[in-house]
């Protein structure tokens, strides 16, 4: 897309639609297959509150009950609208979770017929372009998340074929493709708080096209239009926090203000918007950094066509909004991850790799070239590795902060800065010499790498247990209550949230309430949870339990231990 490239007529296209459409869906059913293997056989939430929140929302869309999830941030709908049949299909948690996998799996496969169209655009040859853009859409930044519930298993469909349709509508102008562009870009912003920058980028570009040239009509009604589309999904968010945030969710903007007002706040955002950038670079084998260099040269090169500079600010401007803001609204949580997180720019991983690819496979990219992506990677590394100083070793590192590129660094419990640039650019040398050997043996690197670093991790996150499944709970046919204390939110002791979420999720016959403990259940409740203190005997855990109520131990989770209380005097078996 940021490349010059040479004329396209279209025969590329005409020729892989010559055989008719089978070659293409084979191809497409083959990524749905290699994308569930990561999951294959998992059907509980790893991430929380993440998951839960998406599900939870989902199942409320779908018609079933849903949870107050008052103080935690807010889970836009429309990743959970995908979601909401497969509560149609079944009410069993579990079974939900794997129709929510495949339905991922099914999303993310259109991710190669976008990158093949990327390719094209940038002219590769459609024989080379058909075979990398299948394997270069598997990157582990484009995969590991469709083994979860979460928005970011869509959110790369989304950008990338917004990217391609305005891509389409600077160079033609014509109306088709403006509001082809503008229903993702409006899309977006109920899918998540990413999908603003999305949606801003657009505009920008909207307003740019009706203030000049033939195509000023054309923007204007796309603006119209996109304008419509925003109300409309404004309003949806707001009907969805309305219902499920009731108290109102995490307020990210005051944390936001400070640091985009304050030096050290300032300083703060830019160097972990840098780690961003960093980690996308490394988890694309560098191939991302060479995406990233062309992408700027492209732009500030005088001689790049017009399109294709338009193309590559469209590019850097989401890249910049997304990295700047998603940073400066994190709170201080005492995490490295806060500073190098490749998640939120993973819906752009693709498109970076798809250029630097590019820019390989047309023998535009010199040794220069590379070796400038390799010393790009180790000056964002080694920045890092400087401002952080000693909290590289005193903050929390997450496996779950740095799944691909944890094993370039050879651990999951501290993050290597150099050591990870050092692997990831002779990776890059790798795929770069490899090109001698022609395509395929590139094509053959790059999928071993890629289905090799998505099978670590997911092997990784397999070892984390469900240790609060629906059969922990007595089956009756009342409500679900938890202490409310228990389930007070706080983003940096996360604990009583994990609780919360991970029952509000598996309680599916009812929505979890919460309750004092010292006032006694609320009306038709014939389950409630409480906390379990350290010294406390577990049938002393509740002393203003109503007469006949029993306790059943159910151990930790995490380091909050809790206690199952129940009223035998329920009908059992609605919960079966």
Partial sequence: MTITAEPDTGTGARRAWAAGPWPLVAACALQVAVRLLPSWGRDFPLIHPDEPGYLLAARWLAGGPGTDFTGMPFYQGGYPLLLAPAYWVTDDPGR??????????????????????????????PGPASVISWVAALLPATTLYGGLAMSDAVLPVIVLGWLLAADRFVRCGTLGPALLASAPAAYSVTVHARGTIVLLVH???????????????????????????????????????????????????????????????????????????????????GLGAVGLIVAVAVLFRRSSPQPDRIAAALLLATTAGITLASTAALPDEHRVGNFAYGRYIACLSLVYALVGLAALLRRAASARLVAGAIGLMFALGGWLLLYLGERIDTYAVSFYDFPEIGPLGGSYLELRPLV???????????????????????????????????????????????TMPPSALPRTTGGVAIERHAAELDLVEPEPQLVYSRLANAVWWTGLQQFDPAQGPPPGVCTVIVSWPAGVQAAETWPQRPPGWRYQRSGALGALWWVVWYDPACPSGAAQ
């Avoid at 190669?112 to 040859?125: Q, S």
């Avoid at 007002?261 to 918007?273: C, D, E, I, N």
């Fill in 96 to 125: 939900v979770y794997s129709i929510v996998l495949v339905v991922n799996a099914l999303v993310g496969a259109l991710l190669f017929p976008l990158a093949r169209a990327v390719l094209l655009r940038c002219g590769v040859r």
């Fill in 203 to 285: 505009a920008v570009l909207l307003a740019a096209m009706a203030a000049r040239g033939p195509a000023r009509r054309v923007a204007l009604i796309a603006g119209a239009a996109t304008g419509a589309a925003c109300g409309a999904a404004l309003a949806f968010n707001a009907w969805v926090s309305g219902a499920l945030y009731p108290g109102g969710s995490f307020d990210l903007g005051s944390t936001m203000q400070d640091r985009l007002t304050s030096p050290s706040g300032l300083l703060r955002t830019v160097t972990a918007a840098s780690g961003q950038l960093w980690a996308m670079s490394t988890g694309t084998w």
């Fill in 420 to 466: 990870i640039s050092a692997s990831a650019g002779a990776l890059l040398l790798v795929l770069y010499g490899l090109l001698r050997w022609g395509t395929p043996k590139l094509a053959a690197a790059l999928l071993v790498l890629n289905v090799s670093l998505t099978l670590v991790p997911s092997s990784v996150w397999r070892f984390v247990e469900e």
